[in-house]
Nanobody
Framework: QVQLVESGGGLVQAGGSLRLSCAASGSIFRFNVMGWHRQAPGKQRELVAAITSGSTNYADSVKGRFTISRDNAKNTVYLQMNSLKPEDTAKYYC????????????WGQGTQVTVSS
């Protein structure tokens, strides 16, 4: 059974930085996609950033501010978030998958990111 352990959320002032981490376990196969989605109150969950073996995908709203990376040896994905804005406030969910595409089948429980103005 795939398990995802997220860490790194918290409260930060606008303009600050946070780094999210997500360690995946439970699969004998290497995950094709690892990424982060977020959901703010009253809004739909949206893709923030995802990374495969050959490409990355970012939401337009975070391009130039967020950087996604992965360590395949550790089965861990990171999201470095810089120049945070109040509108980045949301619960961030780690997402991984074995199939092609930028959204996988497995979800973490989420970590809260709150950006104060």
């Amino acid at each position: 059974q795939v398990q995802l352990v997220e860490s790194g959320g918290g409260l930060v002032q606008a303009g600050g930085s946070l780094r999210l981490s997500c360690a995946a376990s439970g699969s004998i196969f290497r995950f094709n996609v690892m990424g982060w989605h977020r959901q703010a109150p009253g809004k739909q969950r949206e893709l923030v950033a995802a990374i495969t073996s050959g490409s990355t995908n970012y939401a337009d709203s975070v391009k130039g501010r967020f950087t996604i990376s992965r360590d395949n040896a550790k089965n861990t994905v990171y999201l470095q978030m810089n120049s945070l804005k109040p509108e980045d406030t949301a619960k961030y969910y780690c997402n991984v998958g074995l199939r092609r595409g930028y959204t996988g089948d497995y979800w973490g429980q989420g970590t809260q990111v709150t950006v104060s103005s």
